[in-house]
């Protein structure tokens, strides 16, 4: 099983930065694309950044030159770092990662329990 922990939500004013870390544990044989998500009230979750297991990033075009999603593979870890924080960026930030488990023959998507991000003045 593979479980995915967040951290580093909460409240900036408009114009600030944030970094969101998410770190995978339990029994991992192999993380391929990890990548962050969010959702706000009566909308759909969305797509903010990815990183395959090559490196590639991929970005929401509206976040691009933002945003910047960067891992560490020797830590099980993704970071997300927001800058020029918008109120519209406001919302639940979830971590995804498609892990294989020590033993299982698929690579599986998980999900962390979400953080939150607000930007108020």
């Known amino acids: 099983q593979v479980e995915l922990v967040e951290s580093g939500g909460g409240l900036v004013q408009p114009g600030g930065s944030l970094r969101l870390s998410c770190a995978a544990s339990?029994?991992?044989?192999?993380?391929?694309?990890m990548g962050w998500y969010r959702r706000t009230p009566g909308k759909q979750r969305e797509l903010v950044a990815i990183?395959?297991?090559?490196?590639?990033?991929i970005y929401a075009d509206s976040l691009k030159g933002r945003f910047t999603i960067s891992r560490d593979n020797a830590k099980n870890t993704v970071n997300l770092q927001m800058n020029s924080l918008k109120p519209e960026d406001t919302a639940v930030y979830y971590c995804?990662?498609?892990?294989?488990?020590?033993?299982?023959?698929?690579?599986?998507?998980?999900w962390g329990q979400g953080t939150q991000v607000t930007v108020s003045s």
């Open positions: 339990g029994s991992i044989f192999s993380i391929n694309r």
């Open positions: 990183i395959t297991g090559g490196g590639n990033r």
């Open positions: 995804n990662v498609a892990a294989k488990a020590t033993g299982a023959s698929v690579f599986h998507d998980y």
